[in-house]
């Protein structure tokens, strides 16, 4: 009998944002007969959680931190090498921008035969700081180097990898996102109804409800959803607003939900484990980044039949089409989000257009079984 193939997936928080996702569906959907499964992680959460639940084996580097540090960064960089070393791996995939660095360099330096690693959009173009920037770049070329396959999500990423970054066209591999779509997947009309009752309190059918998905951290821009929201809060009755995730800016979003006088309808509910049935009860989604490799909140939005209105970047007008099955923004525009979302919230007809296209986009091109045909085709060292 074959022995078993044994893949490391290298994150860095224990969160379940888009990122984490990524790696649990691909870690869910290969086969424990043929691969052996491990995750490295900083620390303990909902991800190793989620993780050990399907038969993955964590381990975790608690030194591994987001902000640079170089003392921590080396200490990383070493605790990661000693442990491919010492579990001598046939495949490290790596995900997210300074870990996937130090794992792709860490995995080099243990001779691991195959290193993956997936672009989750490109940091350094948007950072306005010269010096950082220069050793991002700088880092990420020489990862590049030490990459056996690079996936890249969308067509801007894999333009960077190549022209700015250097790596060859036989290295990468640009492979969308995909969803699970029956998880993913529009309510039935009661069904819906009873969510948005249990999981809102709304029971009026014409109450709009938009909603946020992910951390509310700088990558995200919530405040730019908040400042929307607080917009249309004050200019139309029937709608409510609701931010499904957590992070650095918490304390300070509280305090402008507060300052505005609409906390009754605009409101944080935290990291949630219920996000499928939560997207089914909302009529339209917002996603606000200021960088993107192609987000899962859209996608997840989608396929479940919410129309969404992204910030014009790539990654995200990648996925939604203007007028065609959502709305697009300019980046950290409130006021333009705030007009685009009043035009919806006044046009059940038009959201009911851009919610069926979604979904049909969705399954036609971004369904988590073909993605994982692809997935598995890289790990043979099938192109």
């Excluded at 959680?49 to 591994?64: D, F, K, T």
């Excluded at 909603?211 to 951290?217: Q, S």
């Excluded at 607080?230 to 300070?252: H, L, N, P, W």
């Amino acid at each position: 009998m074959t022995s078993r193939k044994k893949i490391v997936h290298l994150q860095l928080l224990p969160l379940m944002s888009g990122v984490q996702k990524v790696s649990l569906d691909e870690l869910s959907h290969l086969d424990p007969a043929r691969y052996e499964r491990i995750a490295v992680c900083k620390c303990e959460g909902e991800f190793t959680e989620q993780l050990r639940q399907i038969g993955v084996r964590v381990h975790l580097v608690p030194e591994l931190e987001r902000a640079i540090s170089p003392k921590r960064d080396v200490q990383a960089y070493v605790a990661l090498r000693d442990f491919f070393r010492a579990e001598r791996p046939d495949i490290v995939h790596t995900h997210s921008s300074k870990t996937g660095i130090l794992g792709r360099l860490a995995a080099k330096a243990a001779g691991v035969p195959t290193i993956v690693h997936t672009v989750h959009g490109y940091a350094f173009p948007a950072e306005s700081r010269p010096a950082i920037k220069a050793i991002f770049k700088f880092l990420e070329r020489r990862a590049g180097k030490a990459t056996d396959r690079m996936i890249v999500l969308n067509d801007t990423d894999a333009a960077i990898a190549r022209d700015l970054l250097g790596v060859p066209d036989a290295r990468l591999a640009l492979l969308p996102n995909g969803v699970d779509v029956d998880t993913y997947a529009p309510a039935a009309p009661e069904s819906r109804r009873a969510l948005r009752r249990s999981a809102f309190g709304i029971d009026s059918d014409d109450h709009v409800l938009v909603g946020m998905v992910g951390r509310l951290w700088l990558q995200k821009n919530p405040q730019c959803f908040v400042r929307a929201a607080i917009r249309v809060a004050a200019q139309r009755g029937k709608v409510s607003f609701f931010m499904i995730g957590d992070g650095e800016y918490r304390a300070e979003l509280d305090a402008a939900i507060l300052a505005s006088g609409h906390a009754d309808r605009i409101r944080i509910l935290g990291w949630r484990s219920d996000v499928p049935a939560l997207l089914k009860a909302l009529d339209l989604m917002v996603l606000p980044s200021r960088w993107e490799g192609m987000p899962l909140a859209i996608l997840e939005a989608m396929s479940s039949g919410v129309p969404v209105l992204a910030s014009d970047i790539p990654g995200n007008h990648h996925l939604v089409q203007d007028g065609s099955d959502g709305r697009l923004f300019p980046l950290d525009d409130d006021q333009a989000l705030a007009s685009a979302l009043i035009d919806l919230v006044d046009d059940h007809a038009l959201r009911s257009r851009f919610s069926a296209q979604a979904r049909a986009k969705v399954l036609r091109h971004y369904r988590l079984s073909d993605r994982m045909d692809r997935i598995t085709a890289i790990y043979e060292g099938r192109r």
